[in-house]
Each structure stands twice: as structure tokens, then as C-alpha cells.
């Protein structure tokens, strides 16, 4: 039996009967397009036989169209009305009782996952996007690729180079664990309700080796926290705080790392900020 996916009239009849109004706090805006799901599921190049993780699934959408692709979904979701009836609605539309796990939980305390997933593929709430993907890359490191329905400003900044105008911390931090692209512009109208904000998706690589321990990486993101929060200012005074607690000596392990003391943040990658961790003499 072909697993078929929900039109906007069954989804406004679903949410109906679970009593769910969309909320701004959960950053609940769901997808009522099947154009529009199976478009995210292709650019993930989601294949038969893949073990998939879901977050936000919501009323099913997305859900069911990676289920069409012949892949199994553990699907991550915070409202309890959501997770419970997701299980019947993909067994109403063809879904093999196997084929989905739910778990019931808060994306951001999840720690272990069933099946253990390579492919990442969801609509993230706007609110909570970057810390949900940071959260997972950094959690689950079977995780290899994925595609993600974020807020456009989101989106474009994860997948900035340093120098531009979008490039931030969260552009450092996603890059620690491989390249970022932008994937397409998804249209306000594909939503319900209509959001006021654009979104696109974005897709990314687990690079093959990482950069390094998980010691160097919580010290690389402090470093790049430091960097950003000043982001105006030269390094040597941007990070005189966690690099030694003085401009100068801040300078000194700069240059031990190759980088000039006056750059700003924003002109370094990913590979520089971990240059200035490894320099530090306590790792």
C-alpha cells in the first residue's frame, strides 16, 4: 500500500480535532503544500531503506512524505497531542507500523534516538532552530546529512562565509561540523497559518573527519562567542578575556595561531578560530 500524503483540508480538520491552535511559542507554522514536502525530501535525497530523524513534525506532513520515499522516520515532538496522534495518521495513510518511532520529548533534551539516523530532515521552528541543529550534530554523530526548513535570516546565516554580512557565531559553530548551503526560497503561502517571516532551506555535509576533541570544540565555540559578542572590535581586545585575561596576551596567542591581532571575528573560518584554541597552552 503507497503511503499518500495530507492535503490543507485534512490538515485544518486534524488540528481541529486535536483542539491545536498554532502557536507563535512553539513556532508552529504547518506545511499544507505535498509540492512542498516531497521537494524537501528530494533535495535531501532521502533514499529507501534510510533511517531519517524528524523534528517538529507536527501534524504529519513532512512525516509522510519521507515515509513515501521508503525510509523510516524517528520523528521528535514536544506537544504530547502531536506525538500521540502521528502514529495514526500515518497508519491511516498507508504507513507501515515499523516505518515511524515517536518520541515524545524536547528536541533540545534529547540524548539518545532509536535506529540511529544519517539523515537530518525537518521544518524547525523559527525560535529554537540553531540551537536544535547545533544540539543534534553535536549529539549524534551518525547524522551525515540533511535539509532544514528554517526563517530565512536563519537560514542565510548558517550558511554564510566569513566576511559577509550575515556571517556570525552560528555560521563558525555549523561549519565546526561541515559545509552549509542554501537549497531554495520555500513560499509564505505553502504555511498554515501564513508566517510573516521568509523561509528557505538549507542543506548540510557532516565533514568526514572532525575538527577535533570535544574538549577543543567547546573551547573553539567560547573563543568564538567572545569573538562575536564584540564583533566591532580587534581580536586582541575582543578576546583578552578568554585568552589570558590582557590585549597583550591575547596578542601572543593570536599570533601563535597565525592570526593577526587586529583582524575582527568576522573575517576568520572555522579553521582559525580552532588554530586559536589549539594555541592556548592549558590544551
Known amino acids: 500500500m503507497a503511503v499518500t500524503l495530507l492535503g490543507a483540508s485534512e490538515i485544518r480538520r486534524l488540528a481541529a480535532d486535536l483542539d491545536v491552535i498554532p502557536t507563535k511559542k512553539l513556532g ?21 531503506g534510510e533511517s ?14 519521507i515515509l513515501e520515499a521508503g525510509a523510516s522516520v524517528t520523528a521528535v515532538e514536544i506537544d ?22 515517536v518520541v515524545d520529548a524536547d528536541a533540545l533534551r534529547v540524548t539518545e534516538l532509536p535506529g540511529d539516523p544519517t539523515v537530518l530532515v525537518a521544518n524547525l521552528p523559527y525560535n529554537v532552530s540553531v540551537p536544535v541543529l547545533l544540539h543534534f550534530l553535536e549529539t549524534f554523530p551518525s547524522l551525515q546529512r540533511g535539509v532544514v526548513m528554517v526563517q530565512a535570516e536563519v537560514g542565510e546565516r548558517l550558511a554564510a562565509p ?46 568526514a573527519a572532525p575538527f577535533g576533541s570535544e574538549d577543543e570544540r567547546t573551547r573553539t565555540f567560547q573563543i568564538v562567542d567572545a569573538a562575536f559578542q564584540q564583533r566591532r572590535k580587534m581580536l586582541r581586545q575582543a578576546l583578552s578575556a578568554v ?5 597583550a596576551e591575547a596578542s601572543a596567542v593570536l599570533q601563535t595561531a597565525g592570526v593577526a591581532p587586529t ?14 584554541a589549539r594555541a592556548l597552552p592549558s590544551l
Do not use: C
Open 52 to 65: 531519517v530523524v524528524e523534528v517538529g513534525p507536527g501534524l504529519g506532513s513532512l512525516t509522510l512524505a
Open 80 to 101: 504530547h497531542r502531536l506525538a500521540e496522534r502521528l502514529t495514526h495518521t500515518a497508519a491511516a495513510h498507508g504507513a507501515s507500523s515499523d516505518a515511524l518511532r
Open 263 to 276: 583582524a575582527r571575528g568576522e573575517e576568520l573560518g572555522v579553521a582559525e578560530f580552532f588554530a586559536i
Open 28 to 48: 508552529q507554522n504547518f506545511v499544507v503544500d505535498a509540492n512542498t514536502v516531497r521537494r524537501i525530501v528530494q533535495v535531501a535525497g532521502v533514499r529507501a
Open 243 to 247: 585568552l589570558g585575561g590582557s590585549a
Open 162 to 207: 566569513p566576511g559577509s554580512k550575515t556571517y556570525g557565531a552560528p555560521s563558525v559553530k555549523a561549519a565546526w561540523y561541515g559545509p552549509w548551503r542554501l537549497a531554495g526560497n520555500v513560499s509564505r503561502q505553502v504555511f498554515w497559518p501564513v508566517p510573516n517571516v521568509d523561509s528557505v532551506l538549507v542543506a548540510f555535509e557532516r565533514a
